[in-house]
């Protein structure tokens, strides 16, 4: 019997995190130790999206534990090849979208680094064709590919060097300039959630993914935080106009499950033979139960309407207290003074929110919040604002 261990001193200290510990979930909320009720505009970090303790995910996880968890990629994992069906539909890219699960959103998008790269080299390229661009302010992963794709100075601090031909241009126009004929892929999010929630506008994108295709690069979308409905349609790139050639996958998927997903076309998936990519993990029969369920949940038209109809309200709440506002569906940024101050008077009033900046809020609650929280969060947010902070 073991006795319960009260400090973190064995844990590495990676993370800056609140003093706060929460013990359970139901719907939009979180109870802490003390059994204080918090208002959970964080999801997890957009992860959540059908809230906390859902029947029917712990029921699709009961019933899949005690029947089977993890088998290996060794042998066919039939609950992949209905997941991976759904979202090759939902993509609405072409017919033959082949799909590879993974296990997060790092490792959605280190797999995508690396099939762009093999994609050029079996197209007769070699390391000539193998420069990897991203977009300013971008956010992709820690992983060593990821990170390199991720400009954030504070974020390469003692990991240098980083993947060779990975670029990340100081702005948009760069990013344009940069591509040609060397350039075997560029990656982007549609809207960027870790800097601010900042959309990128559609015609830049546009313009990008005609450039890239006409230098033979692909075009990747992480979809790491904006897929799964959370901007109100289940890929955000539907709303801009673009067929990405990659898709990369995770948070929401899973609804706190791990497990990420890349979706490309099968002249570029094909790319990978066996033994070329993999992990243990991956898709294993718990995972692909959760995100077939959650997938069959939130693609619904009327799911998905419900996004958006609650995220206009939340739209509006934000326009009367605070200042450039941005985002779309459940995915919301905007300006504060301080912003740690902010999140920690939040949490004091029962409202969890996270920072992205030091003078920026971003906001990402469960798919699933109605009129009653969007009421909870305008008093909260008058509170918070009637004071400057
Ligand atoms: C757009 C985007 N890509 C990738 C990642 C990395 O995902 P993970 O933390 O699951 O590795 C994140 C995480 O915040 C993200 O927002």
Not at 42 to 61: F, K
Not at 210 to 225: K, M, T
Not at 255 to 282: Q, R
Request: proline fraction near 4%.
């Amino acid at each position: 019997m073991t006795t319960a261990v009260q400090t973190k001193q064995h844990l590495f200290n990676n993370y800056g995190q609140r003093a706060l510990t929460m013990v359970s979930g139901q719907g939009a909320y979180l109870y802490d130790e003390t059994g204080k009720e918090y208002l959970d505009f964080t999801a997890g970090i957009a992860v959540c999206n059908l809230g906390h303790a859902h029947p029917g995910v712990a029921q699709v996880i009961a019933e899949q534990a005690s029947t089977l968890i993890h088998t290996s990629n060794l042998y066919a994992i039939p609950g992949q090849f209905a997941l991976a069906e759904k979202l090759a539909s939902l993509s609405g890219l072409a017919d033959d979208v082949k799909v590879l699960f993974v296990n997060s959103g790092t490792e959605a998008n280190e797999a995508a680094l690396k099939l762009a790269r093999r994609y050029q080299m079996q197209q007769g390229h070699g390391e000539e064709k193998s420069r990897v661009l991203s977009l300013p302010k971008a956010f992709h992963g820690r992983t060593m590919g990821s990170l390199s794709l991720t400009p954030k100075a504070a974020y390469h601090e003692g990991f240098t060097p980083l993947v060779p031909n990975c670029e990340t241009p100081p702005d948009l126009d760069s990013v344009f300039a940069a591509v040609d004929e060397t350039v075997a892929a560029c990656i982007v999010e549609v809207i960027q959630g870790e800097a601010g929630v900042l959309g990128i506008d559609p015609a830049f994108l546009r313009a990008l993914e005609s450039r890239l295709h006409a230098v033979g690069a692909l075009l990747i979308v992480d979809e790491v935080q904006t897929g799964v409905g959370r901007t109100g349609t289940f890929f955000a790139y539907e709303e801009v106009g673009i067929k990405p050639d990659i898709v990369t996958m995770a948070k929401g998927l899973g609804n706190g499950m791990p497990v990420g997903a890349v979706l490309a076309k099968k002249a570029v998936a094909d790319a990978f033979t066996p033994g070329s990519h993999g992990t243990t993990f991956g898709g294993n029969p718990l995972a692909m139960a959760v995100a077939n369920y959650v997938v069959d949940t939130v693609a619904k038209e009327q799911f998905l309407a419900h996004v958006r109809e609650i995220g206009d309200a939340i739209e509006a709440v934000l326009h009367t207290y605070v200042k450039n506002v941005s985002g779309r569906g459940l995915m919301w940024g905007f300006d504060v003074p301080d912003a740690a101050n902010f999140v920690a008077r939040a949490a004091a009033l029962g409202l969890l929110v996270t920072s992205c900046g030091a003078c920026r809020i971003r906001i990402v609650p469960p798919l699933i919040i109605d009129q009653t929280h969007v009421d909870q969060f305008a008093n909260a947010l008058g509170v918070l604002t009637s004071v400057s902070s």
